[in-house]
């Protein structure tokens, strides 16, 4: 109930208006079913320590029977014939087992706490990366808005191009040609327009896809950011974070650990084991044959019960199992060998993924500097090549290229910013310490007029 009312609120307030990023992160992490998933499969591995610590304890089973016994044959004897006996009985037991020395038991709890912690490492991993999915659905619909009003916008101008080319040709002032590559350009402009409102319908179902809901306008960034202020630039304190606090790492170490305890456990195979059980029983049984062979309506019926208590300690040595636990002991410490070298592969890939990610925001900062600069510069070609075609200097393929250079340098802009902004949250994520802190800023940049 509490969910559909948080759904409905916002639901109510993006109609009056735009959602925020952070408005956007709040359905989703409501509806979004791989979040979801990790969650469950956080508290499914909660279960282990109870399971290893059953071990422990006293196992009691019971046991009731009940049978009958007809027998239809007779015996013919000296007094004639005799019936032979009926049967009746039934019982029931009570055993307990406890466990007093298995080695393997031991093993096993310490799994079952590798369990636990190796859950919560998926569950940060699947945290973190639910946020870069999240602000990456939401980044790639304000891209491909920007792309949509892009086009639009070329195609109109194109559009005036083409209407200004036909005058132009019915006077005598353009060759045909003008015409031609004018109509052309805006044949192709309209193509790119469905193009972009194709990819814009995608992207915001795939936004759909993680929230269940649809927005019908979201925040966008301002026409200029600022640069996000890290609090070290250095490498080695991006690779010192990632090694310590990347969750995916955290869990290659953890399943490496836990392949050497399985192997530990196989081998405890070799040892003894020490147990105690106790059972308490009781039967009753009844035998039910004829008084006399004269008389077959009396019967008479032999009641016997027992009842008993055993105690026994018990010492199991295995001796010759065919091969079975040597064979389980080689396959599990040559998966423990490959769990070693997936958690090298692991430890490398992090340190190459965190260096990569901070030349990615180094990198994406120069880019947005230069995209910006060159908006500028396409704006000022575009209006000299149009000044020069109206004076007769440039022709009308010069000032279709420019047009088309300023709007592919808006677009280029548009998305250098988006994807600076991702490279933060993905240098964040590689070093393991991405946090809702962190959309927030990015939210803060969003609502910047």
Known sequence: MKKSILISALLAASTTHAANLSDVMQLALQNDPQLKAAQYNQQASEESKKQAFANFLPQVSGSWSKSKSINNESTFGRFGTVENPDSDSDGWSVTLNQSIYDQRNFIQKRSADLDVAKGLADLDAAEQDFIIRVAQSYFDVLTQIDAVSFAEAEEKAIQRQLDQAEQRYEVGLAAITDVHEARAQYDGARASVINAKNLLDDTKEALFEITQSHFPNLDALPENIEQVILNDTTINHWESLALE?????????????????????????????????????????????????????????????????????????????????????????????????????????????????????????????????????????????????????????????????????????????????????????????????????????????
């Open 245 to 449: 606090n990347n969750p995916n790492l955290g869990a290659s170490k953890i399943t490496a650990e836990l392949a050497e305890l399985e192997f530990k456990r196989q081998r405890a195979g070799h040892l003894p084991t020490v147990s105690f059980s106790a059972t308490h029983s009781e039967n009753t049984n009844k035998n039910i044959t004829l008084a006399s062979p004269n008389d077959p309506d009396n019967f008479i019926t032999d009641d016997r019960e027992s009842k008993g208590q055993s105690l026994s300690l018990n010492v199991s040595v295995p001796i010759f199992s065919g091969g079975r636990t040597s064979s389980l002991s080689r396959q599990s410490k040559l998966r423990y060998e490959a769990a070693m070298q997936n958690l090298d592969q692991t430890t490398y890939s992090t340190v190459r993924s965190i260096r990569n990610a901070l030349h990615n925001v180094e990198a994406g900062w120069s880019s947005v500097q230069a995209r910006q600069l060159a908006v500028v510069s396409a704006k000022s070609a575009e209006q000299a090549t149009t000044a020069g075609f109206e004076v007769g200097t440039r022709n009308i393929v010069e000032v279709l290229n420019s047009q088309r250079g300023l709007y592919q340098a808006q677009r280029d802009y548009s998305r250098a910013k988006h994807d600076y902004l991702m490279s933060v949250l993905n240098l964040k994520r590689a070093a393991g310490v991405l946090a809702q802190n962190d959309v927030n800023d990015i939210n803060q940049l969003l609502s910047a007029e």
